[in-house]
Antibody, heavy 119, light 107 residues
């Protein structure tokens, strides 16, 4: 059974850094892209970017390029989403998701990680 | 980027009735459209792929149609578990983009 288990929620102050994780199981981690999606009440669902664990090739939504970093630890079957300098506007729920196959529709989702940035 | 516009924002429907949700793309995306269902506190769930192909586990009362820029999700005989928010997503171009969602609520 494919499972994506995300790290617990984070509460941070503006200017701090954070790295959230998504641990995959039930399939060959290196063979499927993993995406990150942001959800906020105001802007809905937004695709942040995607990474292929096999070779760490990544693509970013231009709206998020330079603001976050997506990475993987192939040996640990874990994908990461990282911020170096958080802003209050980064407050959201973040999901990792895996495509059904080689495409770009997401059949498998993590449970979500809430990141709260507040002074 | 391709902008996905969903209408209406909220749809009030009685159980057992039909719900028709629309999704429009700002440019042609062929059949590269997916529909998701999301309930409070849960991640989205893939319902429909390639505009009209039901994902594994999607009940037959859900059907998708359309191509190009105009798409429709129809839910026949709404059941209590169908009251949720529905999102469309295009995957024809990067960046992948979602619509703003349609909330299907009990009338």
């Amino acid at each position: 059974e494919v499972q994506l288990v995300q790290s617990r929620g984070e509460v941070k102050k503006p200017g701090e850094s954070v790295k959230i994780s998504c641990k995959a199981s039930g399939y060959h981690f290196g063979s499927y892209w993993i995406a990150w999606v942001r959800q906020t009440p105001g802007k809905g669902l937004e695709w942040i970017g995607i990474i292929y664990p096999g070779d760490s090739e990544s693509r970013y939504n231009p709206s998020f390029q330079g603001q976050v970093t997506i990475s993987v630890d192939k040996s640990g079957s874990t994908a990461y989403l990282q911020w170096n300098t958080l802003r209050a506007s980064d407050t959201a729920t973040f999901y990792c998701a895996r495509p059904l196959d080689s495409g770009n529709t997401f059949a498998y989702w993590g449970q979500g990680t809430v990141v709260t940035v507040s002074s | 980027e391709i902008v996905m516009t969903q209408s209406p924002a909220t749809l009030s429907v009685s159980p057992g009735e039909r719900a028709t949700l629309s999704c429009r793309a700002s440019q042609s995306i062929s059949y590269n459209l997916a529909w998701y269902q999301q309930k409070p506190g849960q991640p989205p769930r893939l319902l429909i792929n390639v505009a009209s192909a039901r994902a594994t586990g999607t009940p037959a009362r859900f059907s998708g149609s359309g191509s190009g820029t105009e798409f429709t999700l129809t839910i026949n005989g709404l059941q209590s578990e169908d009251f949720a928010v529905y999102y469309c997503q295009q995957y024809n171009n990067w960046p992948l983009t979602f619509g703003g969602g349609t909330k299907v609520e009990i009338k």
